[in-house]
């Protein structure tokens, strides 16, 4: 695992010390990118967390509807009660492949990956749903960000709709790629744009595979998996402690997808660290670690109650800023698709 150097911000460590004039002219080209973040780019940024800019709100403007959705319920749960069962998103799934579904703009926008295609199914692709009227709108490509062949999945929205980190394989400049996933930036000046710049995660990213990025909403923290385990990058440039991370990352199991509650008090992973109950080490669960701190380390992950499937594979997605709502995707029966999304949410 890759531990950030603690003398340099998260930007630099991004963009290697800022970009040339040059460069950026170069990179302005969609998929261009190759590692040299704007100087502007930041995981903090001040200003209007996309609640109240009608200039951020393209996404929602057009519902009409800023009090979130049945499934993106804010508000109203008893934290200290379990997640009820999930419920299946049939607005969002289908028969293809679906997943790795963040919501942005206080539920508003839905963002996710999937295999469907007009006349059949390809590469992962990364599509946005917007609520209208309390009910997910017909899912849509987001077609600046998606190349046919390449794969792209876990779409991370910042609140103000402006950036966009998710996981491709997509070419590096001219070359090609190498087959692996790494984590990719597209940002665009507001939301009443499409995303025209891309660029590579050059300096986190590394021959392995980096997956899953979860932003925290704050922006001053990005969570994401790194070979099977979980690394930790904040925005002064510091890596998590690696013995703070210990209990999450075992040895002998696949852990990935992290999604972590804004206080980082709370951890969702799938894991296959049980092979007792799905033999198959293809098989995940959702785990949960806790701690009272964020200075602890992490409790050693228990299975989340209520959620998992006894016989197919389960994986967090997002958590609701009060975390009462958790999206997941699932392989479990009775879906539409291979993977479907899925909602649970904790009881009033």
């Known amino acids: 695992m890759k531990t950030p150097k603690n003398d340099r911000t998260l930007r630099n460590r991004l963009s290697l010390g800022g970009c040339s004039a040059a460069a950026l002219a170069v990179m302005m080209v969609a998929g261009s990118g190759e590692g040299c973040i704007p100087a502007n780019f930041s995981f903090v940024e001040s200003g209007d967390d996309g609640g109240s800019d009608a200039r951020v709100r393209d996404d929602a403007a057009a519902t009409g509807d800023s009090s979130g959705d049945e499934h993106a319920r804010v508000g109203g749960c008893d934290p200290s009660k379990d997640f009820g069962p999930p419920e299946l998103v049939r607005e969002l799934s289908s028969s293809e492949e679906e997943g790795s579904t963040r919501l942005s703009n206080h539920g508003q926008v839905a963002y996710f990956y999937s295999k469907r295609r007009p006349n059949g199914s390809g590469t992962p692709w990364i599509f946005r749903s917007l609520l209208v009227g309390g009910t997910w709108g017909q899912p849509e490509p987001v077609g600046e960000l998606n190349i046919e062949g390449v794969t792209n999945f876990s779409p991370s929205p910042s609140p103000d709709g402006t950036e966009l980190l998710?996981?491709?394989?997509?070419?590096?400049?001219?070359?090609?790629?190498?087959?692996?996933k790494h984590m990719w930036l597209a940002s665009r000046p507001d939301t009443s744009t499409a995303f025209g710049d891309f660029f590579n995660l050059q300096n986190l990213n590394d021959p392995g595979e980096q997956i899953c990025p979860y932003r925290l909403p704050d922006r001053h923290v990005l969570y994401y998996g790194h070979d099977g385990t979980i690394s930790r990058v904040d925005d002064n440039g510091s890596g998590q402690?690696?013995?703070?991370?210990?209990?999450?990352?075992?040895?002998?199991?696949?852990?990935?997808?992290?999604?972590?509650?804004?206080?980082?008090?709370?951890?969702?992973?799938?894991?296959?660290?049980?092979?007792?109950?799905?033999?198959?080490?293809?098989?995940?669960?959702?785990?949960?670690?806790?701690?009272?701190?964020?200075?602890?380390?992490?409790?050693?992950?228990?299975?989340?109650?209520?959620?998992?499937?006894?016989?197919?594979?389960?994986?967090?997605?997002?958590?609701?800023?009060?975390?009462?709502?958790?999206?997941?995707?699932?392989?479990?029966?009775?879906?539409?698709?291979?993977?479907?999304i899925y909602v649970a949410r904790k009881p009033k």
């Open 166 to 180: 998710f996981e491709s394989t997509r070419p590096v400049g001219d070359g090609g790629g190498d087959g692996r």
């Open 241 to 340: 402690d690696p013995a703070l991370l210990a209990p999450v990352n075992v040895p002998n199991a696949w852990t990935m997808c992290p999604v972590v509650s804004p206080d980082e008090l709370t951890m969702y992973v799938g894991s296959t660290r049980d092979s007792s109950v799905k033999p198959d080490f293809e098989e995940f669960d959702i785990w949960v670690s806790r701690r009272a701190q964020k200075s602890d380390a992490w409790s050693s992950p228990a299975r989340l109650p209520n959620v998992n499937d006894p016989t197919r594979h389960d994986i967090p997605t997002w958590i609701s800023d009060d975390s009462c709502t958790l999206y997941m995707q699932s392989a479990r029966p009775n879906g539409l698709g291979y993977l479907d």
